[in-house]
């Protein structure tokens, strides 16, 4: 009995499934389709030997593009505003990182009545920021002290040991009873602007809002 296989004609399988070989392309144009893949336009583009399909070599890595901004435009800082936004976002540690903060003449000793005037409605106006990032703005407003001395004024104020278990609303009726029993309501002129200035500065920067003392 003859083998099975010596029945069957295997030369046709040539035709319906050609080997496709890997041929380098050069000189090509690239683009990006739709759904952001990339492709090829076909310009000197060679086709694989012994296959009818057209095989291209394509670095999906590279940030190379077509000159179109329809399709690639993405990748642009220009033409992107979420791009663009997120790299032009800074956190509060860049401050102690790039800015010279506590540093230099510090006070010591009690506190004056404008240091704790100014505090108050920095407490008030940043009562949901961390006790680091109160400290750097009250440097920033004038409050020439150490800020572990901000952060332990603030926490003595409010009769606080662990800040992060804070209830926010109670805390900020709690800062406007002391400002009314203080009478410092208001601000002075040059502090008032000092702390408009650094209120925008942290709303530029870090996205922060300060809720001011009506």
């Given at each position: 009995m003859c083998d099975l296989l010596d029945l069957l004609d295997l030369d046709y399988l040539d035709?319906?499934?050609?080997?496709?070989?890997?041929?380098?392309?050069?000189?090509?144009k690239r683009q990006r389709t739709f759904d952001?893949?990339?492709?090829?336009?076909?310009?000197?583009?060679?086709?694989?030997q012994h296959s009818p399909v057209d095989f291209c070599v394509v670095d999906i890595?590279?940030?190379?593009?077509s000159s179109d901004q329809d399709t690639c435009g993405y990748l642009s800082e220009d033409s992107s505003p979420l791009v663009s936004s997120?790299?032009?976002?800074?956190?509060?540690?860049?401050?102690?990182?790039?800015?010279?903060?506590?540093?230099?003449?510090?006070?010591?000793?009690?506190?004056l009545e404008h240091e704790d005037r100014l505090l108050?409605?920095?407490?008030?106006?940043?009562?949901?920021?961390?006790?680091?990032?109160?400290?750097?703005?009250?440097?920033?407003?004038?409050?020439?002290?150490?800020?572990?001395a901000i952060e332990k004024k603030i926490k003595r104020t409010l009769h606080f040991g662990k800040w992060r278990d804070r209830k926010i609303p109670g805390?900020?009726?709690?800062?406007?009873?002391?400002?009314?029993?203080?009478?410092?309501?208001?601000?002075?002129?040059?502090?008032?602007?000092?702390?408009?200035?650094?209120?925008?500065?942290?709303?530029?920067d870090f996205g922060i809002t300060c809720k001011r003392y009506a």
């Amino acid at each position: 009995m003859c083998d099975l296989l010596d029945l069957l004609d295997l030369d046709y399988l040539d035709d319906i499934a050609p080997v496709v070989s890997a041929v380098p392309v050069t000189g090509f144009k690239r683009q990006r389709t739709f759904d952001g893949f990339p492709t090829c336009d076909g310009t000197n583009l060679k086709k694989a030997q012994h296959s009818p399909v057209d095989f291209c070599v394509v670095d999906i890595y590279e940030n190379d593009c077509s000159s179109d901004q329809d399709t690639c435009g993405y990748l642009s800082e220009d033409s992107s505003p979420l791009v663009s936004s997120v790299k032009k976002r800074k956190t509060v540690n860049s401050l102690f990182e790039e800015e010279q903060l506590f540093r230099g003449n510090t006070q010591k000793g009690i506190w004056l009545e404008h240091e704790d005037r100014l505090l108050l409605h920095i407490m008030y106006a940043l009562t949901s920021a961390e006790l680091r990032t109160m400290a750097a703005f009250a440097w920033k407003c004038g409050v020439r002290r150490p800020r572990r001395a901000i952060e332990k004024k603030i926490k003595r104020t409010l009769h606080f040991g662990k800040w992060r278990d804070r209830k926010i609303p109670g805390i900020r009726a709690t800062i406007g009873d002391i400002l009314v029993d203080r009478k410092m309501q208001k601000l002075e002129e040059d502090e008032k602007a000092r702390f408009e200035q650094v209120c925008q500065e942290f709303q530029n920067d870090f996205g922060i809002t300060c809720k001011r003392y009506a």
